[in-house]
């Protein structure tokens, strides 16, 4: 691994690690140390009865800093077949979500004779779109055709501008966040799908929403693989959690979600009916 993971990565494969989003496995608090000692770690502590994430979380950042290989331990392992005997889908599941943060690393895990080996993406080759450089080149209404939707979608992107140039940062995350939700949503309801929703529309969260896009080819697997920062700081509504993490979402934050929102706006255009 070329250098430390960021501390938002860390933190939703933390996520990955106790399976607390299906279709991935889950693991009770008591299970948890066992998996890492399983990937090979040493003095690992019993799991203490606190929340199972943010144990997770803090014993993965306390490794970061003390023992860094055992990061990449635990990665492997997490895309290790042999953790998972008799679930194939859950290893699917788990192999595809921990490629989508490692790939804002610049990096991914392959199954080699069956072993995963951790390797760094090719800058030259085929990978994802530079987000950074993506422009909006698309209008509101092309890609919601209610128009009332479309106004309450394109006042959520014009706040999000006022925020931004006024340094209100936290603000202008969540208005991307919501705006994306809503375009998504209509396009799950709307659209006529390969596949079926996976339950209810009024029950889907952003996550379930960028999965059935991707799963229906409305949206490019670059923007899939990076809407985690939008869905991560869009959470930055709940206080509590940036006191946990310690992390308010400043001018870098809102310059590295926004191309996100461009290229799933653009996708949806570009596959609109």
Request: glycine share 6%.
């Amino acid at each position: 691994m070329a250098g430390p993971l960021d501390e938002n990565t860390l933190t939703e494969i933390a996520r990955l690690i106790c399976g607390d989003d299906g279709p991935v496995r889950y693991l009770r608090g008591w299970e948890l140390p066992g998996f890492f000692r399983r990937a090979g770690w040493q003095h690992v502590p019993d799991h203490d009865g606190s929340p199972r994430h943010s144990w997770t979380t803090q014993l993965l950042l306390d490794r970061r800093e003390r023992n860094p290989e055992d990061i990449e331990h635990a990665v492997l392992r997490l895309a290790d077949p042999r953790e998972f005997h008799g679930q194939k889908r859950e290893f699917e599941a788990t192999l595809e979500r921990l490629n989508e943060l490692l790939h804002l690393e610049g990096l991914q895990v392959e199954l080699s004779s069956n072993k995963p080996v951790l390797t760094e993406l090719d800058p030259d080759g085929d990978g994802a779109r530079r987000l950074t450089r993506v422009e909006l080149q698309v209008s509101i209404q092309d890609v919601v055709d209610d128009p009332a939707l479309a106004d309450s979608v394109q006042t959520r992107l014009n706040e999000a501008h006022v925020c931004y140039e006024h340094g209100a940062y936290v603000s202008a995350v969540i208005m991307l966040g919501s705006l994306l939700e809503g375009v998504l949503l209509h396009a799950a309801t709307s659209r006529t799908a390969q596949s079926p929703l996976p339950k209810p529309a009024k029950n889907m969260g952003l996550q379930d929403l960028v999965q059935f896009a991707h799963t229906n080819g409305w949206i490019e697997p670059d923007a899939k693989m990076a809407f985690e920062l939008v869905r991560h700081y869009r959470n930055s509504v709940h206080p509590h959690l940036e006191k946990r993490t310690g992390h308010r979402p400043n001018r870098d934050t809102v310059d590295m979600c926004w191309p996100l929102v461009n290229a799933t706006l653009n996708d949806l255009a570009a596959t609109a009916p």
